[in-house]
Nanobody
Framework: QVQLVESGGGEVQTGGSLRLSCVAS????????TGWFRQTPGRERHFVAA???????IYTNSVKGRFTISRDNAKNTMYLQMNSLKFEDMAVYYC??????????????WGQGTQVTVSS
């Protein structure tokens, strides 16, 4: 059973950058499609970006040009580079593994989440 663990969250000022990491263990990471979602209190989880096992990527419109999803199969790790952070990017960020999709219902495995706080 693959397990996912996120790291890299923290507090940053608006306009700043953070890089999130998601390490997979217990399975064959290179064959998985993976994604990032985010959630704020009282709201449902929203899609941020996904990367197919072969490297194709999709993004939600609000992060295009600012966020970059990538993966290093040799390290069993997926990344989310977040630049030009805005107050509305503040959320708990989750990594997930499953189908290559923007729908969180298509993901079977989830990490525990990492908090991203954006301050002015």
């Amino acid at each position: 059973q693959v397990q996912l663990v996120e790291s890299g969250g923290g507090e940053v000022q608006t306009g700043g950058s953070l890089r999130l990491s998601c390490v997979a263990s217990g399975g064959t990471f290179s064959t998985l499609s993976t994604g990032w979602f985010r959630q704020t209190p009282g709201r449902e989880r929203h899609f941020v970006a996904a990367i197919h096992a072969r490297g194709d990527t999709i993004y939600t419109n609000s992060v295009k040009g600012r966020f970059t999803i990538s993966r290093d199969n040799a390290k069993n790790t997926m990344y989310l580079q977040m630049n030009s952070l805005k107050f509305e990017d503040m959320a708990v960020y989750y990594c997930a593994a499953g189908a290559y999709s923007a729908d969180y219902n298509n993901y079977d495995l989830w990490g525990q989440g990492t908090q991203v706080t954006v301050s002015s």
